[in-house]
């Protein structure tokens, strides 16, 4: 079999030398990173008034066999201690009308820990974090290996259960909330 590949396109550099990957600033990775499109989950963790969560674009699969996902979590973050505490967390993937759920838990307003649950519907499955109801997918874990690397957590979650909806997602791009229009 032969496989034809496309030429692709030129790539752009920055002024950095690749060795002083130090001079590269954080705004400019998070400045890059917006050209990113992405999916939008909310990551919750714990129990009752001690629960929390933060909004991500950085949940995904690691493996199907066994069902494992990937989450990072900024190790500054009121979520991390949570999830290290009670050793679970569910990943919540937004429906286009939830993106106000996106602001809570990224912490507009100011909300934090329990208080950005407010004002949406809430459930368990198996491992006790909270499941959004309405969300597209609900993917409830319990945490399986973490690896610190600078300033995040980098999480395995072993897969407990799952739910299902659907809809249309909310997703972002450029700093920005949107709705997918196909």
């Not at 030129?10 to 590269?24: E, I, P």
């Not at 950005?116 to 368990?124: L, V």
Request: charged residues 15%; glycine residues 10%; hydrophobic residues 40%.
């Amino acid at each position: 079999m032969n496989i034809a590949l496309a030429a692709s396109p030129a790539f752009t550099t920055s002024s950095h030398a690749a060795d002083h990957a130090s001079a590269v600033t954080a705004n400019e990775l998070k400045s890059a990173m917006r050209n990113l499109s992405g999916g939008v989950s909310v990551i919750t963790a714990g129990v009752g008034d001690d629960r929390t969560g933060a909004t991500v674009t950085s949940a995904t699969a690691l493996s199907v066999d066994p069902p494992t996902m990937i989450v990072n979590i900024n190790r500054t973050s009121s979520t991390w201690p949570v999830i290290e505490r009670y050793r679970h967390f569910c990943v919540n993937i937004l429906a286009s009308e939830q993106q106000h759920v996106a602001e809570r838990f990224a912490g507009f307003g100011g909300l934090k820990g329990a208080a950005r649950y407010d004002g949406a519907h809430w459930r368990t499955l198996v491992s006790g974090a909270s499941v959004l109801h309405g969300a597209l997918a609900a993917i409830d874990c319990e945490v399986e290996e973490v690896i610190e690397r600078h300033s995040h957590a980098i999480i395995l979650g072993r897969v407990l259960a799952i739910t299902s909806g659907a809809g249309e997602p909310v997703l972002y791009h450029g700093g920005r909330y949107g709705s997918f229009q196909p």
